[in-house]
């Protein structure tokens, strides 16, 4: 797969706060939710980060995002992360 320098990006703002909810991602590098959407699910098929859910009483849970296996590996060997 191949990363746009906006994907690392992401991966690196989810390590660097640890856990993002997808509307503050999608605040931070998008204009829409749908393409934050696609983005973001295309980034969690691959591995490089991992969707989270909280259990809520009424209404839909937020998606949270935390880094996955690919993503840490990614910032190790492109960013210098240990």
């Not at 980034?43 to 969707?51: A, G, K, N, S």
């Not at 259990?55 to 840490?72: C, I, M, Q």
């Amino acid at each position: 797969m191949r990363l746009t320098d906006r994907d690392k990006d992401i991966i690196e703002a989810v390590y660097r706060y640890r856990i993002l909810r997808q509307d503050q991602i999608q605040r931070l590098f998008f204009g829409t939710a749908a393409a934050a959407q696609r983005v973001l699910v295309r980034l969690y098929d691959h591995t490089f980060l991992e969707r989270k859910f909280l259990p809520v009483y009424e209404g839909r849970s937020p998606t949270l995002y935390v880094l996955d296996k690919r993503g840490a590996e990614l910032l190790r060997a492109e960013r210098g992360y240990e």
